[in-house]
């Protein structure tokens, strides 16, 4: 007895094409980050609630330690053949770890960008 099992239409693109993997590393991650980060300021402002600076601080720092570290390793990845959905998991695995890094380590990063910026100005 087998399972049927039918892909989603958007995993297929996926096998087909690993190259999209490559390409979401490389764009989607950044300009994802900036729209939430937009869009959790905005809400932060209209709502005075500082859970919206702790929710965008976790999610846009999450996306670009991914965007950076995720973006070569799929190239990587990519060149060395390996399928659509490994990479996709792979990806997605690297996000939930750099996700849970920066819930639980929320406070140094905090600290870490504030004495970045006064390093800047």
Partial sequence: MEFSFKIPEWLVTVV?????????AAFGV???ALILA????????????????KIA?????T???TWITGFVSMIILLFTGLSGIKMLL????????????????????????????????
């Fill in 90 to 121: 792979i990806w997605l695995s690297t996000f939930t770890g750099y996700f849970i890094f920066s819930i639980i380590n929320y406070r140094e990063i905090k600290r870490f960008s504030a004495e970045f910026t006064k390093f800047i100005k």
């Fill in 30 to 32: 950044f300009f994802s």
């Fill in 63 to 65: 996306l670009m330690i």
């Fill in 16 to 24: 087909e094409q690993p190259v999209y993997i490559v390409v979401w």
């Fill in 57 to 61: 601080t976790v999610i846009v720092s």
């Fill in 38 to 53: 937009v869009i959790f300021s905005r809400a932060g402002k209209i709502f005075s609630a500082k859970i919206f600076d």
